[in-house]
């Protein structure tokens, strides 16, 4: 069958969506309907599988290291690029100010309190303090001093061992009392407790705990219901230009020094100000931007302080991130699984699947990227988890498939078995176009085959020992049949039909044909000699072969066809067969299949017209086990004969005697002496 090239329109699209949907729907059911309760249990439970992994790879070892990573990627490609934040200036201890005032830890805290008194002077929104103080200092009373002099809303760190497993009972004792002394109306705790994921990157917003005072960002700016239970992305910023950082950064000293500080008052006035550490060994986090916020050069990772920086800058632009609601995880992980479970369904040609495979694919991991550009969190949102979801789903259903496919596949084999050779019957499974769906012309060797006498022996046996008979003596022949490479036509009564040369030919397709010839006797011979007891005798097997034209495809009506032979060499065939009676011989081949067959068998039968026909035929019978100089001897007395020597025919009588009975010799003898010069001999 062709198909016909139409112009597309809408409709016949909308019926191509309907149809490849409903094909889907019916491949599911016979995907069901064969496979066995192991098969479909195991199946199901893989799609499970496929539909948790892609809705918790977040949380599953390994896939979970690719989430980050990706989310990583997307937070870093897609983070905002802005110039200097206006609203926030740190202001730190580093390395410069530990050489200055030769204390390490903890920092010292005269240079603090001088430079609080610079900073609340230049009137800033608010100052956040991220250090700790947990030991005694000789200059505690100054620092304690300053903070109640402090005019601008001050926040001071604080940590409770509950969740700080690192600061002792006698540093929190000591922290304790150092708020009870320094807290006033401006001066307040603030928690500065920040938790990474597991692999030590900070990527979202501490949640607040019962009991804990407000985190850094939210004291600052003042309570922030949005942001009160945020455990969402930080959404860190990164600099425009790469010598302009987002956050002005001050060394402390600066501010102690009152001459310098007044200069630098109007960087801090109106400004929210935090003060901190920034050193190379403690306080330092890995976050998904790495070096896109570090203009310095070093390790990319980000100080604490600069970490709560960003948390502030989010606060103040009120920029939350629209989570992923958890319904909609489901649903896409859902989504993603049975996509990948129907995706394992899709036939039709290969670039076609392929492109709509990885187009999937793509999607599924590219798809979380879209949400990150528009402003979505996708901290939670599987990337990898959707990808290897996808897998599971198609390995799930498309091993079920494979499984009836290859049962499918293997009943086709077996089915085309009886009717073609393995080899071809392979072929044609792996090119299904090889298999004509037309009739075609084609050039073939076709062999008949028909069991004397076995009509009337129908009437003198049981019907039940006819189909045993009949059965064995068609299975010995077609095995034969397959065995030499044939493709079985049809059984018409004890009638093997036959033929070479399609729908696959082969170079030696002759030969095969031949020796397939004349091993169709001599089964039928091995067959009448195993009859049980009491069966009439059984008569031989006649076989005839031609070679020529004939139609080759599939024939028949919508509901049934066949795929069969018809034209000349057919009926050649069929009518050969039939002369094997009234010549007596067993095996006979036209000299167009004789020729062909590459082997030196075969002893000439002399010049015949077949009944139906007028065109006469030169046949020759196989005889293999004859030695070449008698096969010559019989070919002599044919070329005498055509000359109208009759004296040489006489030579056949003499080979008659020397091989004991031989019917074909004898019926030729007969021939040759009733014609003249080469004369065919019609039959009929």
């Known amino acids: 069958m062709t198909a016909t090239a139409t112009p597309s ?56 290291e690719a989430e980050r990573a990706l989310y990583d990627l997307r937070a870093s490609v897609f983070a905002p690029e802005v110039e200097k934040d206006e609203n926030i200036v740190m202001i730190v201890y580093n390395e410069d100010t530990l050489k200055l005032t030769g204390q390490r830890s903890p920092v010292d805290r005269t240079i603090l309190a001088q430079a609080l008194e610079s900073i609340d002077a230049a009137k800033p929104k608010s100052i956040g303090i991220d250090i700790l103080f947990t030991m005694p200092q000789d200059d505690d009373d100054l620092l304690i001093s300053a903070f109640k002099n402090m005019k601008t809303p001050t926040f001071l760190a604080y940590a409770d061992p509950k969740e700080n497993p690192e600061i002792a009972f006698a540093e929190h004792e000591f922290l304790q009392q150092f708020f009870k002394e320094a807290r006033s109306e401006n001066v307040q705790p603030t928690d500065i407790k920040l938790e990474t994921d597991s692999d030590g990157v900070q990527r979202r917003w501490t949640p607040h705990r019962p009991g804990a005072p407000p985190f850094m960002a939210i004291a600052l700016t003042g ?53 901190g550490g920034d050193f190379i060994d403690r306080d330092r986090f890995e976050t998904p931007v790495g070096g896109l916020t570090n203009i310095s050069g070093d390790d990319g990772k980000m100080i604490g302080l600069e970490v709560h920086a960003h948390m502030l800058a989010q606060l103040l632009n009120d920029d939350l991130p629209t989570p992923v609601a958890n319904w909609a995880l489901w649903v896409g992980a859902l989504i993603v699984a049975i996509c990948g479970g129907l995706s394992a369904l899709i036939v039709g040609n290969a670039l076609k699947v392929a492109f709509i495979l990885l ?11 879209l949400l990150q550009n528009i402003g979505t969190d996708t901290l939670t949102l599987p990337a990898f988890g959707w990808g290897v979801g996808w897998l599971l789903g198609y390995a799930s259903v498309g091993s079920a498939a494979r499984t009836i496919n290859s049962k499918q596949r293997a009943f086709a084999q077996n089915a085309l078995g009886k009717y073609l050779p393995k080899s071809i019957a392979s072929e044609i499974l792996k090119d299904p176009e090889k298999l004509a769906l037309h009739g075609e012309k084609r050039k073939i060797f076709a062999v008949f085959t028909d069991l004397e006498g076995f009509t009337k022996l129908t009437h003198a046996i049981e019907p039940e020992m006819v189909a045993t008979l009949l059965n064995d003596y068609l299975d010995r022949l077609s095995d034969v049949a397959l065995e030499y490479g044939g493709t079985i036509d049809k059984f018409v009564g004890d009638a093997l039909v036959t033929f070479w040369g399609a729908p696959i030919a082969y170079p030696d397709d002759g030969e095969r044909a031949a020796k397939a010839a004349y091993a169709l006797y001599q089964a039928g011979e091995e067959f009448r000699k195993n009859v049980p007891e009491g069966v009439p005798p059984i008569g031989r097997t006649r076989v005839g072969m031609h070679y020529g034209d004939a139609i080759v495809g599939n024939f028949g009506g919508e509901g049934r066809i066949q795929y069969t032979a018809l034209g000349d060499a057919m009926n050649t065939a069929a ?110």
Request: overall charge neutral; charged content about 25%.
């Open 9 to 64: 329109n809408p409709v016949d699209n909308n019926r191509d969506v309907k149809e490849g949907a409903r094909g889907v729907l019916q491949s599911m059911r016979r995907l069901f309907d064969q496979l066995g309760p192991i098969r479909i249990g195991s199946t199901i439970i893989f799609m499970i599988l496929a539909l948790l992994v892609a809705r918790y790879s977040w949380t599953t070892p390994l896939i979970q």
């Open 223 to 275: 309570p922030n219901p949005k942001f009160a239970n945020n455990s969402g992305a930080i959404r860190y910023h990164v600099p425009a230009a790469t010598d302009v950082p987002v956050f002005d950064k001050f060394p402390i000293e600066n501010f102690a020094d009152p001459e310098i500080a007044d200069m630098l008052g109007s960087f801090i006035a109106g400004k929210h100000v935090l003060i």
């Open 359 to 369: 187009g999937q694919f793509v999607f599924f991991l590219t798809f979380p990227f």
């Open 575 to 684: 009518r050969l067969e039939a002369a094997n009676k009234t010549l007596g011989t067993k095996v006979l081949l036209s000299r167009e299949a004789m020729e062909r067959t590459g082997l030196d068998w075969f002893r000439p039968m002399g010049r015949i017209t077949l009944r139906g026909r007028s065109t006469p035929v030169d046949v020759f019978e196989p005889v293999p086990d004859w030695e070449e100089k008698d096969r010559a001897a019989v070919t002599a007395v044919i070329a005498a004969h055509e000359i109208g020597d009759t004296g040489s025919i006489q030579a056949l009588g003499v080979m008659i005697k020397e091989n004991g009975e031989d019917q074909g010799l004898a019926n030729l003898l007969k021939r040759l002496q009733t014609t003249k010069n080469g004369e065919s001999y019609a039959l009929g």
